[in-house]
């Protein structure tokens, strides 16, 4: 039995953030080990420090060289950085960034070698992780470009709703530019896959947000909604996928029309994420969508100013890890079925999930 649970890798992001110490919270509930099988890829050392700060010694971490090593009945950690790294609360530094980058860097190796089944990754600095290796604006783009997936999405999950966006971690003035037919509609289509195979949603609905103000209003505040973006819904629908909208999002998230649908599609950043924070802040999950493999991370940042003081709420993270092994699970499910057109046809009959 314990050779078959999932392996879940998780990289300790930012060393003077809260990262470790939503790890061991989170990884001190000894439930989790029924489920899984957790490698931490990052510091023994700086987990050692953490564990102390947050007077968690009956917590332990089993070293171990490789991911092929770890204990199943334990929650296993593999060294990726110098032990002369040192930890300075709530501060940006460089080799807190080279951390970062090095247990990132391993889990990426071990996942493509299927040594690890998904990733969990802890929060990162977009700013002092950026090196020859890592020129991205986060993980999102970094995970898409290590296992080749053109088209991907940022989602943002949570119990009440499901929000993914256009475009992601751009200046806003760069955002009108970029919003085209093509890009909405591959966008349509990743997350009605996702819907379909990871989170196992029959017939999934999709709304989709306008770009200006009051969705336009009819062509008085901008013309993308007519001329790009209802395009693009009408093809998503033409291929099978139920896709509504534009809808103006203030009117949409303010209303709870959101809640008669299965995932939203927003426009960019922060059309997106201020509402789904607004509800689910401290337990909301980043998945991105799209790839190969199952990534997801808490949904906040380093929480510099949190960090150290025993007080960050590892919510977000068990959500993340939780999820990373439900989208595994029903992503398996989802193929086994794919391979039985006729156990396919009977669920797709019955409207089962």
Known sequence: MEQHKIKVGITHGDINGIGYEVIIKALADSRILEMCTPVVYGSPKVAAYYRKAMDSE?????????????????????????????VELGKSTKQAGEAALAALEAAVRDLKAGDIDVVVTAPINKENIQSESFHFPGHTDYFAKEFGAKNFLMLMVSDILKVGV???????????ALITKERILNNLRVLHKTMLEDFSIHKP???????????????????????I????????????????????ADGFFGSGEFKKFDATLAMFHDQGLIPFKSFAFESGVNYTAGLPIIRTSPGHGT????????????????????????????????????????????????GGE
């Open 166 to 176: 256009v475009t992601g971690h751009i200046a806003l003035s760069q955002v009108a």
């Open 205 to 227: 609905r999709i709304a989709v947000l306008g770009l200006n103000p009051h969705a336009g209003d009819g062509g008085l505040i901008g013309d993308e909604e007519q001329r």
């Open 229 to 248: 973006i209802l395009p693009a819904i009408k093809q998503a629908n033409d291929e099978g996928i139920i896709a509504l909208g534009p809808y103006p």
């Open 58 to 86: 009956i917590f332990n971490f089993n070293q171990v060289n490789t991911a092929r090593d770890a204990n199943p009945k334990r929650v296993n950690i593999i060294n990726c950085v110098n032990e002369d790294v040192r």
């Open 303 to 350: 929480a510099y100013s949190l960090a150290g003081t025993g007080t960050a709420s590892e919510e977000s993270f068990r959500n993340a890890l939780y999820l990373a092994i439900d989208l595994f699970e029903n992503r398996k499910r989802y193929a086994a079925l794919s391979k039985n057109p006729m156990q396919r046809h009977e669920i797709d009959r019955t």
